[in-house]
């Protein structure tokens, strides 16, 4: 019976990675196992660069391959300017990334490294800042930006409890229930970080949104029951009052009338032809102070938006854990 329960609360539980992440502003949580399963059979095996195909020498790692989960927290940064931008990050990444070699590739970039609670954390400066990354089970790396090592020091804290099912960040125990069953994405939080310009206007593919700076979004992809082969992308919005969310509502209708006028004429590519999809079955609802957008998209449209990404681009030229961020 205890079993039992124990099995049923796991499964009511968040992903162990987003468990271990330090408080925050944001999360984004990705898992690209069901992901490959939508698109990793249809891509061509891609042209590596040689930075990273020396990675993958030294280390043994592909993140492209061996990469199957990453969750990641936003911390927003008092001063925008700064060597970190507007938000920082800590990274909880899941997959076949640890071992030896990754050890020595670590030392070999890092300018200092700390021992703390006999977890090695490996300091590699990049681009002005210090990147800290350790390696804290057999299975999973913690990686973080943060100008002090606070928030590492306190995903290495949360692995060693990691065995409590409902353990993880202020965030994360507030609104991870409402997040949709078997979403293979997922994010939460304040949307102005990764979109906001200096003015605080937020703006998504070119297009200025009705949102204020650190509204609370809360974001999911989750396969479809009902539409075989299909994914739909839920992006919730929770506004101060009704009034504001019926405004809200109406002006977000607006806007998706017009993206689909200003998508309609875009050339006839893979990725454009997942925007127009997208768009296309946009809905836009109301619930109390909440306003809803739902949209679904074709896992045969995202492998061709993902060929042709891979096609023009090929993998990420770096070659570190940084190339998660």
């Not at 990641?72 to 940064?77: D, E, S, V, Y």
């Amino acid at each position: 019976m205890l079993l039992a329960v124990a099995v049923f609360l796991r499964s009511k539980a968040p992903p162990e990675a987003a468990r271990l992440l330090p408080e925050s502003d944001g999360i984004i949580y990705i898992n690209f196992k069901p992901i490959r399963t939508f698109i990793h059979k249809k891509l061509a095996p891609p042209q590596r660069v040689p930075e990273y195909q020396q990675f993958v020498d030294a280390t043994g790692i592909d993140w492209e391959r061996d990469l199957d989960e990453v969750a990641i927290a936003l911390h927003r940064m008092p001063d925008p300017n700064g060597p970190n931008g507007p938000a920082a990050y800590s990274l909880v990444l899941v997959g076949k990334l640890t071992g030896n070699k990754l050890n020595t590739w670590l030392a070999a970039h890092a300018a200092s490294r700390e021992n703390y609670a006999g977890k090695t954390i490996y300091d590699i400066p990049s681009e002005g800042r210090t990147v800290r990354v350790a390696q804290i089970g057999y299975d999973t790396v913690a990686v973080s930006n943060t100008p002090t090592p606070e928030q590492i020091h306190s995903i290495i804290d949360r692995h060693r409890a990691a065995a409590l099912p409902f353990a993880g960040s202020t965030l994360l125990a507030r609104h991870y229930h409402e997040i949709p069953l078997l979403s293979v994405a997922w994010g939460m939080g304040q949307i102005g970080l990764p979109f906001s310009s200096e003015n605080g206007a937020i703006s998504i593919f070119g297009f200025s949104l009705p949102l204020q700076d650190g509204t609370t979004i809360l974001a999911s992809v989750t396969p479809t029951l009902s539409l075989a082969g299909a994914l739909r992308v839920r992006v919730e919005e929770i506004t101060p009052d009704e009034q504001t969310a019926a405004s809200q509502a109406g002006t977000l209708t607006a806007l998706v009338t017009m993206a689909q006028g200003f998508t309609a004429p875009l050339a006839p590519t893979a990725a454009n032809n997942a925007l127009k999809e997208l768009l296309r079955t946009a809905v836009v609802t109301q619930k109390r102070d909440r306003v809803v957008v739902t949209a679904t998209l074709s896992s045969d449209q995202l492998a061709r938006a993902a060929e042709e990404e891979n096609s023009f681009n090929g993998p990420s030229n770096q070659n570190g854990p940084e190339a998660s961020k």
